[in-house]
């Protein structure tokens, strides 16, 4: 469902099935790994913008003391994402200077010259970084995710009680060290 209504939203469900969508999911990579660098279509590049200013919110949301778990779980979820978009952006700011530059009849021919040159090793890389966001935009398997394993978040904070809580709390700490080093998974 994640594909169909934010990767390939063109498409309407009843007339193409989920598999085909992925099919010309996959043939939108491969031309992008080939290095022709099309923009990104106007809804990948919205769902996008929605989930950088998303993260961008979590993560005030989080410097101002508002803490929780799963905050802090869909912040480190968006973060590569937010990512590859800046770098996306970059790339594509990258390849308008030099076709502006390289189409530009008042500087030197030598100059546009150099300009074309690095304008083609510009759009190939900005075509892989454009494939690398469209990657991470793939949902993961939720076996794949599980096999990857979860990190966890392991706060331990010392109740009340004063040198019995804090030595709680260090044994409780050393115990978690312990086991995470020497568990067989």
């Known amino acids: 469902m994640y594909v169909q209504r934010v990767l390939a939203p063109r498409f309407d469900r009843r007339s193409a099935p989920p598999l085909r969508r992925l099919a010309r999911l996959s043939a ?14 106007a809804g990948i590049e919205q769902h996008v913008q929605s989930l950088v200013r998303r993260h961008a919110k979590l993560q005030q949301e989080m410097s101002s003391g508002d803490f929780s778990v799963a905050r ?37 021919a030598e100059l546009r010259e150099l300009a074309r ?29 599980a096999a990857a394993g979860r990190g966890a978040l392991v706060e331990l904070h ?9 030595t709680s709390a260090e044994v409780c700490s050393s115990a978690r060290l312990w086991w995470t080093r020497h568990a067989p998974w």
Not at 28 to 41: D, I, K, M, Y
Not at 74 to 96: S, T
Not at 158 to 166: D, F, L
């Open 117 to 145: 040159a690095e304008l083609e090793e510009a759009e190939a890389a900005l075509g892989v970084q454009q494939e690398s966001l469209v990657a991470l935009l793939v949902p993961v398997d939720d076996e794949e995710e």
């Open 72 to 108: 802090a779980r869909e912040v480190a979820r968006l973060a590569p994402i937010a990512d590859a978009h800046a770098r996306v952006q970059e790339g594509a700011a990258e390849v308008r200077g030099l076709r502006e530059l390289a189409d530009d009849a008042s500087s030197e």
């Open 158 to 166: 010392p109740g009340v009680g004063g040198n019995e809580a804090a």
């Open 28 to 41: 939108a990579v491969r031309a992008l790994s080939r290095g022709s660098a099309p923009p990104l279509s």
